[in-house]
C-alpha cells in the first residue's frame, strides 16, 4: 500500500559490496558514494565509530578498547553486524532530506546488490538480509560478472559470446556470457587482497623488514605492475619495523621486486582465465578471440597486466572505463531497466 510513497521518497540503489571498496550508484544521479568496506567500533559496546575512509585510517592503529575491521572476506559477509551498520550508514546518507508530516521518516529504497557468483546460498541469504535490515523494501542480488558486463557495456542480449574477468579485492570472477545469462563461470578468492599478502611476504622474506598490509597497498598502487613495460624501472621507500633488531627501518623498493613479489598471485588469475577458455563451448570461443577479454574492477588497474594475459593466452585482451566501477554502473543500469533486470533474473534473486 505504502510502495507508492516509499518511491516518490526514495532514491532506488545499485550497491557494489566490495571486500575493499563499497560503491552506491543512486538512480538518475550517479556514483554517490565510493568508500572503503571498513568498520571501526568499540570492542565491548559494538558502538559503531568510524565507518569508511575514516576507518580506514584506524586499521592497525588502534588501541585495545577499539577494533578496525573488513566485515567482507574473499567477497562474503564475515561480520553481519559490521555489514548491516556499514549499509545502513550509506542508505541513510544518501537519503539526507527534510521529514515530511505524514510520511515514513526511514527512506525504503529498491535495491540491487552485486555478489560474487561463487557464493552459498546462505552467503546469499545474509547479503539480503543484511539489506533489508539496512532499509531496502525489496533487493535484487546480482553476480558481479553478469554486473560488471553490463556496466561495461558488453552486448550481453546478443548470441554472442563475451568475456569479462572482474578482478576485485576478495575475489576474482570469471564468466563467459551470452543472450542475458552467464554460459561458463568460476569465482576463485585470489585478487587484490592476496596481491597485498605477496608483497608483505617478499618483503618480510628478501629485506627482513615487517610492514602492514595497508603499506603494502599503497606500495603495489605506486610501483606495482605485471608486466615491464618502461624502461626506467620505478622505486618507492617503504618503512617498517626490522626483524633482527626490533627497530624502525627504512628500505628502497623496486617496480621489478614487486612484479615478482605479486607473480604467483597474477599468474593463478591467468590459469583461471584459460581454465574457463576450455569450458567454453566452441561456438562462442570465436567470437571471444575476434573481441578479447574484457577485464574489470580495481585489479585491473595494475600496471602491464592486460598485456600479460594477452601475451601468456595469446588473445587480445582490454580494460574497460574506469574498471573499479564497472559493478556498480551495471546495478544502476539495471534499476533503470526493469526489461533487462527481467532478462537476467536467473542470476539475479528478489527479496522483499
Known sequence: MFDWIFSLLSHDLGIDLGTAN????????????REPSVVARHR???????????????????PDTIEALRPLKDGVIADFDATAAMLTHYIKLVHEQPRQKGFPSIPKPKVVVGIPSGVTEVERRA?????????????????EPMAAAIGAGLPIQESRGSFICDIGGGTTEIAVLSLGGIVVNRSIRTAG??????????????????????????????????????????????????????????????????REAVSPVVHEIIEAIGETIEETPPELIG??????????GGGSKLKGIEKLIATELKMPVWITDDPQTAVVRGCGKLLSDPVLLAKVKIAARKIS
Open 22 to 33: 563499497t560503491l552506491v550508484y543512486v538512480k538518475d544521479k550517479g556514483i554517490m558514494i
Open 287 to 296: 567470437d571471444i578471440m575476434e573481441h578479447g577479454i574484457v577485464l574489470a
Open 193 to 258: 587482497d592476496e596481491m597485498d599478502e605477496a608483497i608483505v611476504s617478499f618483503v618480510r622474506l628478501k629485506h627482513a623488514l615487517l610492514i602492514g598490509e595497508q603499506t603494502a597497498e599503497e606500495v603495489k598502487m605506486t610501483i606495482g605492475s605485471a608486466y615491464p613495460i618502461d624502461k626506467t624501472e620505478r622505486q618507492t621507500v617503504v618503512r617498517g619495523r626490522d626483524i633482527e633488531t626490533g627497530l624502525p627501518r627504512s628500505v628502497r623498493l623496486s617496480e621489478a621486486e614487486i
Open 127 to 143: 547479503a539480503a538480509e543484511a539489506a533489508i535490515m539496512a532499509g531496502a523494501r525489496e533487493v535484487y542480488l546480482i553476480e
Open 44 to 62: 565491548k559496546t559494538k558502538k559503531i565509530i568510524a565507518i569508511g575512509r575514516e576507518a580506514k585510517h584506524m586499521l592497525g592503529r588502534t
